[in-house]
T-cell receptor, first 113, second 110 residues
Framework: EAQVTQNPRYLITVTGKKLTVTCSQN?????MSWYRQDPGLGLRQIYY???????DKGDVPEGYKVSRKEKRNFPLILESPSPNQTSLYFC????????????FGPGTRLTVL | GESVGLHLPTLSVQEGDNSIINCAYSNSASDYFIWYKQESGKGPQFIID?????DKRQGQRVTVLLNKTVKHLSLQIAATQPGDSAVYFCASMRGQNFVFGPGTRLSVLP
């Protein structure tokens, strides 16, 4: 089944404790992206990747890192999480960035205390 | 600055009626627009898209209209069903990244 998977689905952590949210897609998609979703703000793009080893900042990249060492994986790293990073995070992928449908993962709900 | 917004945060319609969800965008350089549906506890799901060289595009029970003059986008859902209850987002493509609006919650009344 074609899908985007994220792990963990739920995470509660404390300020400053490094964490990684994994994202994997099995569709051989080139374009992958991370979003955060906050009430009243919709989805805001954090980082995106056009292909392996190519990543770029989205609208809200501060406090986040990403890597794209393999085509299928696009982990989101929070080196020193803070409470304002409490949010619902979505990973998405598409065949290419040029007007291809993005497929979204199920989401990761992160709480930083 | 760049923004993509929706005119109403909530919309309630009777089952069987048509729904119209509106969206305004600010960047006239945006050339690709998408509507997504997000059900509770799930990620956004693609509904329909439209390029800036088109005014209208139709899918199954859904139609997207684009008015570039006033930078306005709308999603029309025909014969709204209970399963259409969700939050609907418009998104525009700016360069290589996407900008999403805050969403409109559609409630279908029996």
């Amino acid at each position: 089944e074609a899908q985007v998977t994220q792990n963990p689905r739920y995470l509660i952590t404390v300020t400053g404790k490094k964490l990684t949210v994994t994202c994997s897609q099995n569709m051989n998609h080139e374009y992958m992206s991370w979003y955060r979703q906050d009430p009243g703000l919709g989805l805001r793009q954090i980082y995106y990747s056009m292909n392996v080893e190519v990543t770029d900042k989205g609208d809200v990249p501060e406090g986040y890192k990403v890597s794209r060492k393999e085509k299928r994986n696009f982990p989101l790293i929070l080196e020193s999480p803070s409470p304002n990073q409490t949010s619902l995070y979505f990973c998405a992928s598409s065949l290419s960035f040029i007007t291809d449908t993005q497929y979204f993962g199920p989401g990761t709900r992160l709480t930083v205390l | 600055g760049e923004s993509v917004g929706l005119h109403l945060p909530t919309l309630s319609v009777q089952e069987g009626d048509n729904s119209i969800i509106n969206c305004a965008y600010s960047n006239s350089a945006s050339d690709y627009f998408i509507w997504y549906k997000q059900e509770s506890g799930k990620g956004p799901q693609f509904i329909i898209d439209i390029r800036s060289n088109m005014d209208k595009r139709q899918g199954q029970r859904v139609t997207v209209l684009l008015n570039k003059t006033v930078k306005h986008l709308s999603l029309q859902i025909a014969a709204t069903q209970p399963g259409d209850s969700a939050v609907y987002f418009c998104a525009s493509m700016r360069g290589q990244n996407f900008v999403f609006g805050p969403g409109t919650r559609l409630s279908v009344l029996p």
